[in-house]
Structure formats: structure tokens, C-alpha cells
């Protein structure tokens, strides 16, 4: 592995040019044994159609990936369709959702969501990031998701983690979560549109952590900038 030289102010800069192609088979090495991502773990347990999708990512909002899971497992045991969550009482949806933030306020959306479905659009979740986004409580990330996760179309799906990684690579170099997603759109190559997320999630949660990173023994720091890292360890 090429040889690093320490700053001014201790951190190690790369002398490895950041290969993208690189970045993602180490990434998958790095995160194997790992904890997966909320929604891609629910696809892989047979919880991956459009619905469910869309269903779990806007359960996950601000609530961790695995109170998600429990969450979406004990509702998907009940409905898994439009039909069957609108059949379902408020009340009785809400006690479902216990566990999620703000429990209340998603059960509402999620019944205005399945009822929207069913009267707009034939009983199909749409397939456009413009009509996701028409649905209160899905904004661009809950969208993403959706068409990456649920229709297996390329789309980026931006959180905290991804964000936050993106740019302390030196990949892109961006404020916001929403001008990440415009960036990565630009630069990444749409073969890895999709999986961006699936690795950076648990990549961001236990390795590239926001604060003291473990810089020390991550398989991508021969190509990483650190851009922001003030205490690595």
C-alpha cells in the first residue's frame, strides 16, 4: 500500500488517487460482516416490493435502522398492500408503529399514502421520483429508496452517512445531503447509484464514524482526503 505523509495537523493525506471502482470492492469487503442497511436488509428478508419500500423508508425516517426493521416486520405481519393498511384503524396502525419516532404523524401519512394509491394510482406505487414526492412526508431520500430499493431503478439515495463519507473522501465536496445527491449524480457512475447506499450506511455507522473515525484500520484510507477528520483513530 503506497506510503502516507502526516499534515500539520497529524492527519495522514493520501498519495493513492481515489479509484471509484477501487473504493467499491473494498467498500464490500469492509462492510460483509456488518449490520445492513435498514431497507436493504427487509428486501433481503422478502419485504422488497414497491409498497413495502416505500412503506419501511418513510417508517425509517429519524428512527434507527434496527427499530425500523422491528417496526416494518410487525407491521408487515398484518399489511403488506395498500388495501390492508387502509383497512387498518388509526389507532391499531399507530400501536404497529410503536418504537418509530413520531408515530402518530406517519400513521397519518401512511394511511393518506395507501389511500392515494389506491384512488390515483390503480392500486401501483408510481415510479417517478416527481410523483413519490407528491406524497406527503416523502421527500427526495424516502424517493430514492423507493425506486432504488423497490423497482431496482438507479437512484441515489442520500443520508447523513452517505453524505457524510462522500465528502470526507474528497469525492464531492458539498453542504447538504440534497447538493450531495445533485453531485453524486453528476460524477458517480449509475452502476453504483443503488448500491452507495447499501454499503455507505454501515460503512458511515461503525467505521467512518462522525466522530473519531477508525481511520487506522480502514481498507480505504490509502484514498481517502479525511477532509474534516479532526481525531481519527
Known amino acids: 500500500m503506497p506510503t502516507r505523509r502526516a499534515d500539520r ?7 493513492e488517487a481515489l479509484d471509484i471502482d477501487e473504493v467499491f470492492r473494498r467498500l464490500r469487503r469492509a462492510v460483509a460482516e456488518l449490520p445492513k442497511a ?5 428486501r433481503d428478508r422478502g419485504y422488497g416490493s414497491p409498497f413495502e419500500q416505500l412503506v419501511g423508508s418513510l417508517i425509517s425516517a429519524r428512527t434507527r435502522d434496527e427499530t425500523t426493521i422491528a417496526v416494518c416486520l410487525r407491521l408487515f405481519a398484518v399489511a403488506r398492500t395498500p388495501e390492508a393498511l387502509v383497512a387498518l384503524d388509526e ?3 399507530i400501536d404497529l408503529l410503536h418504537g418509530a419516532t413520531f ?5 397519518r401519512d401512511l394511511k393518506l399514502l395507501a389511500r392515494r394509491i389506491l384512488d390515483e394510482h390503480g ?5 417517478s421520483m416527481e410523483a413519490l414526492t407528491e406524497f406527503r412526508g416523502v421527500g ?6 423507493t425506486l432504488a430499493v423497490g423497482f431496482d431503478r438507479p437512484a441515489i439515495a442520500v443520508d447523513i452517512h452517505v453524505h457524510r463519507v462522500s465528502n470526507r473522501w474528497g469525492y464531492v465536496a458539498t453542504t447538504t445531503p440534497e447538493r450531495t445527491m445533485a453531485a453524486l449524480a453528476d460524477k458517480l457512475p449509475e452502476r453504483y447509484w443503488i448500491e452507495i447506499n447499501e454499503r455507505l450506511v454501515p460503512f458511515g455507522k461503525f467505521i ?19 477532509v474534516g477528520v479532526v481525531s481519527p483513530r
Open 123 to 127: 392500486g401501483r406505487v408510481p415510479d
Open 208 to 226: 467512518c464514524t462522525p466522530t473519531r473515525p477508525k481511520c487506522s484500520t480502514c481498507l480505504l484510507l490509502s484514498m481517502c482526503r479525511q
Open 38 to 42: 435498514a431497507m436493504f436488509d427487509l
Open 103 to 107: 408515530p402518530e404523524p406517519k400513521a
Open 91 to 93: 389507532a391499531a396502525l
Open 9 to 15: 495537523e497529524g492527519i495522514e493525506r493520501p498519495k
Open 140 to 145: 427526495p431520500k424516502i424517493a430514492a429508496l
